[in-house]
C-alpha cells in the first residue's frame, strides 16, 4: 500500500483523477470499478472537466440501495447519470449498478459477480471509506471474504447518509446491495480517497490498524496494489506519516505526479 497525503482536498481529487485519467489512456477498454458519495463528486467533475474518453470503457458501481427506483433521485444510478455518465462519452449499455429493486436480491447478486467474471474482471477500482469504516457497504462483520449481496445499514452509516435524503435518517434505505469485501480486492489496482477531518480516525484504523472485519476497509492492507490518496485533514491520524511522505517523494512511479 502507498499513502499519498497532498495538501489540499483539491490536489488529492486532481491526483485521482489523474490517475484514472491515465488508466483509461493506457487501456481505453477498460473495466473500472466506481464508487458514489460526496467525496466522488469532485472526482467525477474533474474527469468530465478534463475532456477524458470514456467510449470504450465497462463500469461496475460498488452499491446500490435496496428499494430506491433507478428513477429517484437518491439511487445510485441516478447520481453516476448526473455527475458522470450524461457527461462523458461512455456508452451506457456498458455502465453496470447493482439491482437493489431485484425481486431475488441474492440472484441479482450472483448475475452481479458473474458480470464482472465475464468482463475479465475490474481493472481499477475507486473507493471512498464510510465513517462506519466501510467500503462499499460492507458495514462491520462484513466478511473479508464476503461477495455482492444485501447488507443492512449501519446507524452511522444512515447518518453520514442523511444528508442526501432531506437530512432525516428515517428516509435513509435501510438496506443495500453492495460489491463485497472479496469482490473488492478481486479488482488488480485499489484506489481509495478521503479527505476532510471527519475522515481522520477511520483513515488511521484502516491503514495503520488491525485487519479486521469491523473495519472493512482495513482489508485494503491485504491488496497487493493499492493506493490511499487523502488530503492533510484526513491524513492528521497517520503515525507514519514521514516514511509514506518519502516514498511519495522517491518512487519513480511518483515523479510525473509530484
Ligand atoms: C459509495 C460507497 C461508500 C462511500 C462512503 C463515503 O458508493 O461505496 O463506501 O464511498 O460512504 O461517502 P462520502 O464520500 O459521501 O463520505
Known sequence: MEVITRPSVELAV?????????RIAANPSIVLGLATGRTMERVY???VDSGTSFKRCRSFNLDE???LPESDIHSYRHYMQTHL????????ANTHIPDGNAVDLNDAAERYENLISLSGGIEVQLLGIGAAGHIGFNEPLSSIMSRT???SLTPTTRAQNAE???GDINNVPKRALTM????????RELILLATGSAKASIVAKAVEGPITSMVSA???QLHPNCKVIVDEAAAKELQGREYYDFVFENEPEWSSYQ
Open 14 to 22: 486532481d491526483l485521482v483523477a489523474r490517475l484514472l485519467a491515465d
Open 65 to 67: 440501495y435496496v428499494g
Open 180 to 187: 463485497g469485501v472479496g469482490t473488492i480486492l478481486d479488482a
Open 164 to 166: 442526501m435524503f432531506g
Open 218 to 220: 482495513s482489508a485494503i
Open 149 to 151: 449481496r444485501a447488507k
Open 85 to 92: 455518465f450524461s457527461k462523458v462519452d461512455i456508452d451506457e
Open 45 to 47: 467533475k474533474r474527469l
